[in-house]
Nanobody, 128 residues
């Protein structure tokens, strides 16, 4: 059974940085494409950053240059480094994994529908 658990959420000031972690079990982080999504009351679940089994990444325009996705295969953990945070980055952040193979760019295009496994989410309020 696949479980994804996010860690590292919490309040952060505008302009600050935060790193989220996602511990995976029942699946190895390098055997499936994975991603980070964000959901707010105003917006449907938005795909932010994607990584495939080859380690290639893709990011949404809204976070490119500020957010970086990476993984530590030895720890079976996915990360999201978030820098230069803005008030509009406030939301609940979800880790997700998909079955099978898909490139990071393909996963970005297909979005949430391409992912089968989801964490419970981590809340990140960005305050001024």
């Amino acid at each position: 059974q696949v479980h994804l658990v996010e860690f590292g959420g919490g309040s952060v000031r505008v302009g600050g940085s935060l790193r989220l972690s996602c511990q995976a079990s029942g699946i190895t982080s390098n055997s499936s494409y994975m991603a980070w999504f964000r959901q707010t009351p105003q917006k449907d679940r938005e795909g932010l950053a994607f990584i495939d089994t080859d380690g290639k990444t893709a990011s949404a325009d809204s976070v490119r240059g500020r957010f970086t996705i990476s993984r530590d295969n030895a720890k079976n953990t996915l990360y999201l480094q978030m820098n230069t945070l803005k008030p509009e980055d406030t939301g609940r952040y979800y880790c997700a994994a998909g079955p099978g193979y898909m490139t990071a760019v393909q996963a970005l295009v297909f979005g949430a529908s391409a992912f089968e496994y989801w964490g419970q989410g981590a809340l990140v309020p960005v305050t001024s």
